[in-house]
Each structure stands twice: as structure tokens, then as C-alpha cells.
């Protein structure tokens, strides 16, 4: 009793993404978004020097997305007050971008951009004990590991950051009879 365990695949597939597109995206893929960036004159065989990037919402390309979420919680009653102990993680299978109809695609599992990616492993671990008129909880949060923005080999992540939270309603009746 009080434990509930779930494991949900989940798929999403968008094609004609509205998106803000970042300047140095349209740098990069400048043959793709030709429109955006704006150019001196040419010095020779040199293409001129960028004098702006402009910064719009377009409606372009399509992701793919999936992976599965897992989640454990157990809850229960005790002396002290109700018990939450709760574990999710969500594996990312897939993550995979198309800039325009026809452009290369882009695998995004593990590898950060400033658009579209997500870490194949994330997850949390939290417990908490509400006493009524008092409260403490714990949480940590996962990211596994990535590879930094572009070309990089520069590995981040796979760490975790800690919370932890109490609150006592200095308004209840209970709180008022412990002081």
C-alpha cells in the first residue's frame, strides 16, 4: 500500500517548428536563412563582413523526439505526519532536428544547443514529512552528462543539485500549543 510505480514511452513529432531562431543558428546555416543575414560588399573571393543577423520568429524545419519517463512513490502515514518519498527519471532516445525540409539532421540527444537538446538521463529524488503545521522536504536533481555547445568536446553536466525546504504556519492551532 502507498507505492505507485509508472513507466510512460512518449514520442513527439513536430514538422513546420515555430521557433525564434538564434543569431548564431542563422550564421551558421547562413545558405539555409539567406534573408537574415546581412552582409558588407565582398572583398575579392571573401564574403563582406556581417554587419547584422536579424532575430525572428520562422516557421522551419521538425524534431523528433522520445524516450520513457519512470516514476516511483511511496507515500504513508507515520506518528510524525505523512511521508512523500518519490524518484522520476525521464531517458531521452531520440532527439532529432531538421533545420529546414531537405538540411542535414541533427542528433540532439547529450549534445547542447541553444535551441533543441535534452541530456539523455535526467531525473530527481525528493522526500518530504508534513507534520500539518510543519514541514521538511529534501530534493536532489540530476542532469547527465552533455557535450557543450557546438563543436566542443568539453563534457558538462552529470551532477546533481540538492534543495531542501521546511515551513512551519505559525497561524495553526498545533504550532501555537508547541510554543
Do not use: C, H
Amino acid at each position: 500500500p502507498g507505492l505507485r510505480l509508472a513507466a510512460t514511452a512518449w514520442e513527439v513529432e513536430i514538422e513546420g517548428l515555430i521557433s525564434l531562431l538564434q543569431p548564431q543558428t542563422a550564421l551558421n546555416f547562413e545558405s539555409l536563412f539567406p534573408s537574415l543575414v546581412t552582409r558588407g560588399p565582398d572583398v575579392g573571393a571573401t564574403p563582406g563582413l556581417v554587419t547584422q543577423v536579424d532575430v525572428q520568429y520562422i516557421n522551419y524545419g521538425s524534431v523528433a523526439v522520445s524516450g520513457i519517463d519512470f516514476e516511483a512513490i511511496y507515500t504513508r502515514d507515520t506518528p510524525w505526519g505523512r511521508l512523500d518519498v518519490s524518484a522520476t527519471a525521464t531517458q531521452t532516445a531520440n532527439y532529432d532536428t531538421e533545420l529546414v525540409p531537405g538540411a542535414p539532421q541533427q542528433d540532439r540527444v547529450s549534445r547542447r544547443f541553444l535551441d533543441f537538446w535534452a541530456p539523455e538521463w535526467k531525473g530527481r529524488l525528493s522526500v518530504g514529512l508534513d507534520g500539518g503545521a510543519w514541514s521538511i522536504a529534501g530534493a536532489g536533481r540530476y542532469v547527465g552528462s552533455y557535450l557543450d555547445e557546438g563543436v566542443s568536446t568539453r563534457e558538462l553536466g552529470d551532477g546533481w543539485v540538492y534543495d531542501l525546504a521546511a515551513g512551519v504556519d505559525v497561524f495553526s492551532e498545533d504550532t501555537r500549543l508547541l510554543l
